[in-house]
């Protein structure tokens, strides 16, 4: 049973540590998304990545989030240095596009179990 | 940029009872997709539409792509008690990130 996976699960730090989340996709998908839920805003894409290559990151504060793919069974996304109203979910998914697909998301994401940050 | 809209923003309803939600955009979809989200853990995919008209079925779930693309809608038949959750809509925009936009969901309770 393919699953996306994140660690860690939770994660209680302080205002103005690092935080990294890590993702593996679903072996053989080439997009990875990474999506921020909270109760105000519903779930916002942050990044979306295909065959490694980051395409869309405008939803991701540029000063303090990174997002990365050092290889193709592992996603990070990075707050550097992470504040109190980055409490959230933050949640990876994966699909699977094929290559010369021409216009048209991946057809559909699958989603792992998130990864929910408390920042005091 | 897109955004989709969905109602009933909650719902409470009795076992045994059928659920209708929908969903709707000011733009033209031509995917759509069906989460639920159960406490504590991602959305699961229940339902794709790729096809304007497409009725699709996932056991007591009925799902259709609305005739003007810019309408889903969602019907659960015979509710039970683990149907509870948050029920997305989503379907991918065509900005240049080529990403999904989701919608705010509607929260079903289903009272014993």
């Known amino acids: 049973d393919a699953r996306v996976t994140q660690t860690p699960r939770h994660k209680v730090t302080e205002m103005g540590q690092e935080v990294t989340m890590r993702c593996q996709p679903i072996l053989g998908h080439n997009t990875v998304f990474w999506y921020r839920q909270t109760m105000m805003q519903g779930l916002e894409l942050l990044a979306y990545?295909?065959?490694?290559?980051?395409?869309?990151d405008s939803g991701m504060p540029k000063d303090r989030f990174s997002a990365e793919m050092p290889d193709a069974t592992l996603a990070t996304l990075k707050i550097q240095p992470s504040e109190p109203r980055d409490s959230a979910v933050y949640f990876c998914?994966?699909?699977?596009?094929?290559?010369?697909?021409?216009?048209?998301?991946?057809?559909?994401?699958?989603f792992g179990p998130g990864t929910r940050l408390l920042v005091l | 940029g897109q955004q989709l809209n969905q109602s009933p923003q909650s719902m409470f309803i009795q076992e045994g009872e059928d659920v209708s939600m929908n969903c709707t955009s000011s733009s033209i979809f031509n995917t759509w997709l069906w989460y639920k989200q159960e406490p504590g853990e991602g959305p699961v995919l229940l339902i794709a539409?790729?096809?304007?008209?497409e009725l699709t079925s996932n056991g007591r779930l009925t799902a259709q792509f609305g005739i003007t693309r810019k309408d889903s809608f969602l019907n659960i038949s015979a509710s039970i008690p683990s149907d509870v959750g948050i029920y997305f809509c989503?379907?991918?925009?065509?900005?240049?990130?080529?990403?999904?936009?989701f919608g705010p969901g509607t929260r079903l309770s289903v009272l014993p």
């Open positions: 990545f295909r065959n490694r290559a980051p395409l869309d």
């Open positions: 539409l790729y096809k304007a008209g």
């Open positions: 989503a379907g991918p925009t065509y900005n240049y990130g080529q990403n999904f936009v």
């Open positions: 998914a994966s699909g699977f596009l094929p290559d010369g697909t021409s216009g048209g998301a991946a057809k559909t994401q699958y």
